[in-house]
């Protein structure tokens, strides 16, 4: 069996790891909480890249509050190119209209919305989305949320065991 040139020079497929946005990212406090998977550093239209097909976009309720054209510009310029497109939302103020409009936005454009409620949260959902990107896009949904829901239930037993 042949070793591929990429494994013999010491190199990582592309693919095997999560790809984060050096410009963009740099700082964010989501990335402290990415343990489960390697990722490594790469200029890419996307924040985030889960295989070569899933391009994520991460945006805070906070900010969009503050630059409400800032994610319909980021998704017109810098989706193009990926089969599955998500923008992975942080909500870290009162919602409700904003999530409406952001809703709206995302089936118009094609992408999927997918909501956290913490930076571990997305961080959760960033390396699921690795791990399941070879999977199409529902069944991915449907394997994180069964993880989560596992997770849960795990925490739920062992918090009942404590009492």
């Given at each position: 069996?042949?070793i ?11 693919n ?15 990335l ?19 295989g070569?097909?899933?391009g994520?976009?991460?945006?805070s309720?906070?900010?969009h ?22 923008l ?17 936005f ?12 913490s930076?571990?949260?997305a ?28 997770g849960?239930?795990c ?5 009942n065991?404590i009492?």
């Amino acid at each position: 069996m042949e070793i591929p040139s990429s494994i013999q020079s010491g190199t990582v497929l592309l693919n095997s790891r999560l790809i984060i946005s050096r410009k963009r990212q740099e700082g964010n406090p989501v990335l402290k909480y990415i343990r489960n998977v390697p990722f490594e550093w790469a200029d890419i239209k996307a924040d985030f890249e889960a295989g070569k097909e899933m391009g994520i976009l991460y945006l805070s309720l906070k900010w969009h509050k503050l630059h409400p054209n800032y994610i319909e510009t980021r998704i017109n310029n810098d989706g193009a190119g990926y089969v599955i497109k998500i923008l992975l939302v942080l909500v870290n103020v009162e919602p409700r209209h904003i999530l409406r409009e952001l809703n709206l936005f995302c089936y118009r454009t094609g992408w999927t919305l997918m909501l956290c409620y913490s930076a571990e949260e997305a961080a959760e959902y960033l390396e699921n989305l690795h791990i399941s990107r070879n999977r199409n896009e529902q069944s991915a949904i449907n394997a994180m949320q069964e993880r989560k829901k596992n997770g849960f239930a795990c925490q739920m037993k062992t918090a009942n065991f404590i009492r």
